[in-house]
């Protein structure tokens, strides 16, 4: 079973290699963030000729996370239980979008399915923006409930084979950024403060890819020519549960996904999984894709 998280940048805008990545690829779950769209503006059309069920959480042309899956997906969560919400309430936007736990408005950046015996989570971790900014304790506090939150699911069921996957806009080892935009200990991204709180989530989920694939970017910058000069940031990750991890057999960073005719300035990030490792099978209900 193959599984993925790519932040795509605007899914209407880059509907079409996605698909097309996903079929070549042989891809059974998809985790995506920065969809910047709406349910009913999301090109569902396109996924669903090629086999795939979604699950989508967005809001307005901002943020957005989605799941596409080959596999039926239950117990669907838009955000979890502590998870603060950012900016200034408006009046009607509560109703719209909900409000976190310090009485902001939620944004949408997690969503949660479960698919078999797997636990799953698309997230779009705030960016932080500048050190001394708002957005910068936005992004530590929403971190920090995700932490508790996960580590109260994993109390409740030591087993369950979880995975936080996404866009975590933290770099967290010097060998994570080569992009000359950002210092290490003066930058968003790989500030001391970031890089303690995703180590503190060792004890509860590990980065299953980095194992296999110990160097490599997932995020290139379009301006300047990052891209060419490989000035990359590795931010985007699979970060699974004892139980998870175990079942993992390989990944990979599809570093290609960068090249050719508008490409989201992100990469896949892909690990496979053997069912049989979980204790347990999974069976498609509906047909596989057809081949474009």
Known sequence: MRIATWNVNSIRTRVGRVVDWLVREDVDVLAMQEIKCRPEQFPAEAFERAGYR????????????????RHEMTEVSRSFAGMPGFGKPVKGQEAMQGVGANGLPLEARALGVTVGDLRL?????????ALGDPHLDYKLAWL??????????????????LALMGDWNIAPLDADMGDPGFVVGQSTHVSPEERS???SFAPIVEDVVRPIVP???????????RFPKNQ???????MGSRAFAEAVTGASIAREERTGDAPSDHVPVVCDIDPALLGSTFEDEFDRPMVF
Not at 121 to 129: A, E, I, K, T
Not at 232 to 238: E, H, L
């Open 144 to 161: 920090e409930a995700l932490r508790r939150d996960a580590e109260a699911w994993l109390a409740e069921d030591p087993d369950l084979p």
């Open 232 to 238: 990359g940031m590795r931010i985007d990750f699979i």
């Open 54 to 69: 979604l699950e989508l959480h967005g809001l307005n042309q901002w943020n957005g996370v989605a799941f596409a899956s």
């Open 121 to 129: 989570w698309s997230l779009y971790v705030p960016n932080g923006r």
């Open 215 to 225: 160097e490599g970017y997932t995020f290139w910058d379009y301006k300047a020519g």
């Open 197 to 199: 709180m995703f180590a």
